[in-house]
């Protein structure tokens, strides 16, 4: 199984700042024949469902806000939130669609400070 | 609008069976594979079973494979989950969950979830 891994476990931000979260996956999630990266980052708020941010490494769900970003390639990938807003308190989980089982990070926590 | 309804949790003993339900509405069904993506309480996301859009493919997590049986149909744009010799660690809220259109990636529509406690 690819194991998928986040870092930090939690993280605490001012409004307006930038926040980061890392994630490392155990194989290579980089696909040659279509030059893509099997990775999406999502959201979950508290008492909701994951919503999808990021697919692809870096694409942009439709109606996601821009201050969200997704890069990386290969095994290590980084979501960075520009500047952050009171309603992006949650915890955000990567996760790999590149075999299965399909496999998520353990999640990030982002507070505020 | 997407929908995704899921039905059917509850508070079921140890070894004892259940079965999930999720209506989709607002998109083409039979387009899309589905999954079943479980929750345990305070913890993270665990994918359990996939199907693709007709059915030819199915796979399950270790966890549950020989217990839980995954299932659409889509004349009535539902998909199923029959959880059978459940254990007191399948204990979570399962949620129904879309595959992106072709060309994009993820999970793009998830349910509100049907809470499954396995306990005696």
């Known amino acids: 199984d690819i194991v998928m891994t986040q870092s930090p476990d939690s993280l605490a931000v001012s409004l307006g700042e930038r926040a980061t979260i890392n994630c490392k996956s155990s194989?290579?999630?980089?696909?040659?024949?279509?030059?893509?990266?099997?990775l999406a980052w999502y959201q979950q708020r508290p008492g909701q469902p994951p919503k999808l941010l990021v697919y692809?490494?870096?694409i942009r769900q439709s109606g996601v806000p821009d201050r969200f970003s997704g890069s990386g390639s290969g095994t290590d990938f980084t979501l960075t939130i520009s500047s952050l807003q009171a309603e992006d308190v949650a915890v955000y989980y990567c996760q790999q669609y590149y075999t299965t089982p399909f496999t998520f990070g353990p999640g990030t926590i982002v507070d505020l400070k | 609008e997407v929908q995704l309804l899921e039905s059917g949790g509850g508070l079921v003993q140890p070894g004892r069976s259940l079965r999930l339900s999720c209506a989709a509405s607002?998109?083409?069904?039979?387009?899309?594979?589905m999954h079943w993506v479980r929750q345990r309480p305070g913890a993270g996301l665990e994918w359990v079973a996939s199907i693709s859009w007709n059915s030819g493919k199915i796979e399950y997590a270790v966890s549950v494979k020989d217990r839980f049986i995954i299932s659409r149909d889509n004349a009535k744009n539902s998909l199923y989950l029959e959880m059978n010799s459940l254990r007191v660690e399948d204990t979570a809220l399962y949620y129904c969950?879309?595959?992106?259109?072709?060309?994009?990636?993820?999970?793009?529509?998830w349910g509100e979830g049907a809470l499954v406690v396995v306990s005696s």
């Open positions: 969950v879309r595959d992106t259109p072709v060309g994009a990636g993820g999970f793009d529509y």
């Open positions: 692809w490494a870096s």
């Open positions: 194989q290579n999630i980089f696909y040659d024949s279509n030059n893509k990266n099997y």
């Open positions: 607002g998109f083409i069904f039979d387009d899309h594979a």
